[in-house]
Nanobody
Framework: DVQLVESGGGSVQTGGSLRLSCVAS????????VAWFRQAPGKGREGIAG????????HYLPSVAGRFTISQDGAKKTAFLEMDNLKPEDTAMYYC?????????????????????WGQGTQVTVS
């Protein structure tokens, strides 16, 4: 099986920065897609940044574009989310998700169904 583990969350002041990491372990080769989602209290889970390696594209939620940057290592088993100019509305649990399936279409980028495995999340609090 595959495990995804996030790290790097914490508490920062408005305007600060954080860098989240996500590491895949277990029976994990190179992922096909990787993304970061977040869920604030009382709200649904939203996709905020993703990489589609099949077509070498990245996707961002408009509210984070220009402030957040997703990246991955060459082995495609570690992903990062660099978050700058953080705002209180960025406060949420942040989740890493990745997909290794190549047998069909599971949904557009940044939609939950597209991703096969999920991490447990790391909390980000901006005050």
């Amino acid at each position: 099986d595959v495990q995804l583990v996030e790290s790097g969350g914490g508490s920062v002041q408005t305007g600060g920065s954080l860098r989240l990491s996500c590491v895949a372990s277990g029976n994990a080769g190179r992922w096909k897609d990787v993304a970061w989602f977040r869920q604030a209290p009382g709200k649904g889970r939203e996709g905020i940044a993703g990489i589609n390696n099949a077509v070498d594209t990245t996707h961002y939620l408009p509210s984070v574009a220009g402030r957040f940057t997703i990246s991955q290592d060459g082995a495609k088993k570690t992903a990062f989310l660099e978050m700058d100019n953080l705002k209180p509305e960025d406060t949420a649990m942040y989740y890493c998700a990745a997909d290794w399936r190549t047998d069909g279409f599971y949904g557009p980028p940044l939609t939950p169904a597209r991703y096969q495995y999920w991490g447990q999340g790391t909390q980000v609090t901006v005050s």
